[in-house]
């Protein structure tokens, strides 16, 4: 009697287990799971590019800044060579205080007139 009572016991619990596991499984292949799955894959993944690139341009820019740095020795140039001084021209040169305006013409300013 023990025994029956053990098998029958060991059965319903593989068969509780295998249904549940089986449960599981199809949760996770329904549409919704597939695309939540495939979404965080993709988030995943672009995190992953975006670091790489990010630390590709850094390091791009430390070697470039290098290089140039390199060059500049070679070739004798100043790193920070001064500037002239600005140039300030004005750009419509108008001694009057007061524009004219011209006043009491015949000018019409309906812009459908045949011209």
Known sequence: MFRRTFWFTTGVAAG??????????????????????????????GHRIKDRAIGFALDVRDNMAQREEELGEALGIDADPELPAPRRFAAIENNRSDPKYIENTTYSHDRNEDH
């Open 16 to 45: 509780v287990w295998a249904t549940t596991k089986v449960n599981r499984k199809l949760r996770q292949l329904t549409p919704e799971s597939l695309a939540a799955t495939a979404a965080n894959k993709a988030l995943e993944t």
